[in-house]
Structures are given as structure tokens and as C-alpha cells.
């Protein structure tokens, strides 16, 4: 790594800073407005912030090399480790009851989307606080989109949303201009995210509810104002918007482009679009079916459960309507299988991603027919398109990783004195970004309060690895990458 990909990579860092800095004036208006003293230290951090960031991009500013895989690489991590930091300094100073390592916990969380807390009492937490939670996962999930549609592609580790506008076809390409499908892209963000407050304004919650959860279904965050997160409204409209938003989001935005400013109907049936709808079609029946048959609730109230329930998890928004861990055997099971899913690629979703998923089972299919017929050549297919060997890859090289990575990280839970539930839900709902774990601690009634600061550090490195798709990071920690 030579020192011009480095001062390039913290100039970018730099700039992204300011925006940061920026940002952190609005839930300083906001406590100004209420009346809460917690302007000070967003109006404080925000000055602090944005004047470091200035100094470090005019000294770092230069001609910029061309972009690379290895200044991708060690961008991705850089721009990512810069949130968080920065992130936890206002959550920090504002609290005033957070460690540190709980401030970048609850920081790491918001800006990968995962939306596990340490905080309690949050029904009477400052707005400016709460404000600024919403904020960093609603600007985490426009980076996470980014990364897969725009930095993974080119990096060969990712980005299956993108498969399609990268092949040969131009046809799919929905804009000719990168810019142009930047724009296209925010402004179907924003819009969505506009959409979603106004529904639930209209449902039944106040403005700053609205507001705040609209950014955070959006992103799949799942952060509430609210210590019962969705439990608190017993509302089943707000529980069907929710719902509807969460899947949404869930999608690849590239082909939510398509299908708006195109109008291309066709770009619906990408095939991890249709596993992804297929599964959690399957869980809400299924586990709508079995809950109103053990004579818990009515089959409709079941389903408006199930629906917002299995949703929340597959999206990875992390938000809970009720403790379903109290729903019986076949809900949990069923729970902790759909926290290794996730979404589809290029969406705001984390998990293993079911783009991953449909090309495993190929290879799979391919693998045992090669086994009838060794001498026959079978190419690896993802709907019409061929997948290349070093997708095939990467895809093989995540599985493997993130199958490793939670049993080391459980083993270590387990070493801090966890119980088997919480040491492996909790180091998966962190490599998934999905938020509540299970059992009494993490579980949908529970947060991340009570675990010490070694725990929190040890589940922020895995929530970062898991939004980052490992591969990013372990790259850069490998001594290889640093030669030359």
C-alpha cells in the first residue's frame, strides 16, 4: 500500500466526515426545539467533527490514483471504521451513562443496520438521542446499498443485485451514466422513506415516531423510540405498513430502478427475488398455521403476528411486535433458520442473502450430477445467465467464512460465560445485522444492556464483518495485502 492510495483514502474519509458533522446539527435543532440541554454536545460534536475532517481533506488533498481493488478494499473498512467512531462520540457525550465501548457498540449497530441496543428507558430518552440512532442507520443503509451495488462488483466478492447490468446485455443497464443511476437511486430512497413516514402518520403515530421509524424501516435497521419497539402501538395497520416497507426494502434497489423509472415489470422476476418472496411467504403460513392452531390467537391476528414477525427477521430490521420466543418450539426453530437468510442483494437487508443461496443449490445440483456423469459439462446457472468460476468462488469462500467465524465467535461468547442460546443467536443476529437474538438476555423482550464491554467489542467486530461480507475485511487484515 503506497502512501498516495492512503492519502487519497483518508481524503475521501475526510469528506464524508463533513457530511457526518453536518448531520449531527439536526438532532441539535431538534433538542434545541424540545427544550432538551443535549444541543449542546450535537451543536459541540458537530463543530469538533466537521472542523478535524476539514484539516485532514485539505492535507490530504491531491491527485487522486485510479481506482483499485486494493484502494477498494482498504477504502471499504476505513469509511466504515470512520462512522462508527464518529458515530459514538455524540452517543457518548450525550448519554452520559455509556462506556465507551457501549457508545461504539450502539454506533456499529446503527450504521451496519443491525439494531441491537445497550440502551433502556428509551421512552424517556432525549429526542436528540433517539434522532441521532434513526439517522446513522438510515445513512448506513445508503452506504450498505452503495457497497453492493456500486464497490462489491467491482471487487469480485459480491454484488449479485448488480449481475445483471454488469453482463453483456447493455439492454438492462437503466441508465448509461453512473451519476445518472446514483440520482435515480437517492431519490428512490428518499422518496420510499417520505412514503413510509406519511403512512404512519397516518396509522396512528406521532411525527417524530413517524419520522424516526420511517429512516429505520427503511434502512432495515430496526431501532425504535419506543423500549417494546412495535409492541408499543397495538396497532395491526401500523404492523401491515411496516411489513409491506420492511419486504420493500428488502429488494434489490437496482431492480426497484428498473422496474419505477423503466417501468420494466420483467426485472420483478430476478430469481433471488423470487426465493427471497418464496420463503417468506412459506414462514408466515406456516408459522401463522401453527400458532392458531395451539389456540394462542384468531388465524387473521396470527398472520398480522407472523407476517410483521418473519419480515422483521428476513429483512434483518430487527424490530418485534410481541416475545414470539413464547410461541412455542416450531416458532423459535423456525426464527433462529431464518436469521442466517437475510434479504437479496443490493438491498438494505444483511444475512447470507438469498442470491447466495440460489448459486450454493446449483452448484450443489451440478455437483451430484457431475457424479452420475463425470465426463459431462454442466455450467453453473443463475436464471438465464452463467455464473463464472470466480463467483462460484466468492460465493463458496463467504459460506465457508461466515459458517467459521460464528463458531469461533460463539466459542468465545461462550468463554465470557454465555449459555449455548445466547453465545450462538447472539454472534449470529451480529454476522446477520438482523438485531434480537434469543433466550431470556437477547431475545425479543430483552437488549444488549447487561453484556460487558469485552462482549459488546467482541459482537461490534462481527456486526462489521457480517455488513461488510467478511471478505472485505479479511483481505485487508492479511499481511499479502500490505506488500508492495
Known amino acids: ?55 485532514t481533506a485539505v492535507a490530504m488533498r491531491g491527485n487522486p490514483p485510479p481506482f483499485s481493488r486494493r484502494l477498494g478494499f482498504f477504502l471499504v473498512n476505513l469509511l466504515w471504521m470512520t462512522f462508527a467512531l464518529v458515530g459514538a462520540i455524540p452517543i457518548y457525550l450525550a448519554s452520559g451513562e455509556l462506556t465507551f465501548a457501549q457508545s461504539l457498540f450502539e454506533s456499529v449497530s446503527a450504521i451496519t443496520t443491525t439494531g441491537s441496543t445497550v440502551l433502556t428507558g428509551l421512552d424517556q430518552a432525549a429526542p436528540g438521542l433517539l434522532l441521532w440512532r434513526s ?33 453483456s446485455d447493455t439492454g438492462d443497464k437503466p441508465f448509461a451514466r453512473m451519476a445518472s443511476f446514483t440520482r435515480a437511486f437517492l431519490a428512490i430512497y428518499l422518496g420510499i422513506t417520505l412514503l413510509c413516514a406519511i403512512c404512519y402518520g397516518f396509522a396512528g403515530m406521532s411525527q417524530f415516531d413517524a419520522f424516526n421509524h420511517a429512516l429505520t424501516t427503511v434502512a432495515t435497521g430496526g431501532f425504535s423510540t419506543h423500549d417494546a419497539s412495535f409492541g408499543y402501538f397495538d396497532s395491526p395497520a401500523l404492523l401491515w405498513i411496516s411489513t409491506f416497507f420492511m419486504t420493500l426494502c428488502s429488494l434489490p434497489f437496482s431492480i426497484l430502478i428498473l422496474f419505477v423509472v423503466r417501468g420494466r415489470l420483467d426485472s420483478l422476476r430476478d430469481p433471488q427475488i423470487m426465493l427471497f418472496l418464496t420463503y417468506l411467504f412459506v414462514a408466515v403460513f406456516l408459522l401463522s398455521l401453527y400458532i392458531s392452531l395451539n389456540d394462542q390467537m384468531d388465524f387473521l391476528t396470527a398472520l398480522t403476528q407472523s407476517a410483521f414477525n418473519v419480515s422483521s427477521i428476513l429483512s434483518t430490521t430487527g424490530y418485534a411486535s410481541t416475545d414470539y420466543s413464547q410461541w412455542g418450539a416450531f416458532a423459535v426453530v423456525l426464527v433462529f433458520f431464518l436469521t442466517f437468510m437475510g434479504g437479496c442483494s443490493g438491498s438494505t437487508a444483511g444475512g447470507i ?45 463467504f459460506f465457508t467464512a461466515y459458517i467459521l467465524l460464528w463458531a469461533f465467535g460463539s466459542l468465545g461468547m461462550s468463554l465470557l460465560g454465555y449459555d449455548l442460546i445466547t453465545s450462538t443467536t447472539a454472534v449470529l443476529t451480529a454476522l446477520s445485522n438482523v438485531g434480537p437474538g434469543l433466550g431470556d438476555i437477547i431475545g425479543p423482550a430483552g437488549n444488549f444492556s447487561t453484556f460487558a464491554d469485552p462482549e459488546l467489542c467482541l459482537l461490534a467486530i462481527m456486526m462489521l464483518l457480517g455488513r461488510l461480507e467478511i471478505l472485505t475485511v479479511v483481505v485487508v487484515l492479511m499481511p499479502m495485502y500490505w506488500r508492495g
Do not use: H
Open 353 to 397: 442473502k438469498s442470491y447466495r443461496f440460489l448459486i450454493l443449490f446449483n452448484m450443489l445440483r451440478t455437483g451430484m450430477k457431475k457424479l452420475i456423469y463425470p465426463n459431462a459439462v454442466y455450467s453453473i446457472r443463475y436464471g438465464r445467465l452463467s455464473v463464472d468460476s470466480e463467483t462460484q468462488r466468492a460465493v463458496s469462500m
Open 1 to 55: 500500500m503506497n502512501a498516495t492510495l492512503l492519502r487519497s483514502a483518508f481524503y475521501i474519509a475526510a469528506i464524508c466526515g463533513i457530511y457526518l458533522a453536518a448531520a449531527m446539527f439536526v438532532p441539535a435543532m431538534v433538542d434545541l426545539y424540545y427544550g432538551n440541554a443535549d444541543w449542546q454536545v450535537f451543536a459541540l460534536c458537530g463543530f469538533m467533527v466537521g472542523g478535524t475532517s476539514a484539516v
Open 135 to 167: 439517522l446513522l442507520q438510515w445513512m448506513g443503509g445508503i452506504g450498505i446499498v452503495a457497497l453492493g451495488l456500486f464497490i462489491l462488483p467491482f471487487l469480485r466478492i459480491g454484488g449479485m443485485a448488480f449481475f445483471k447490468m454488469e453482463s
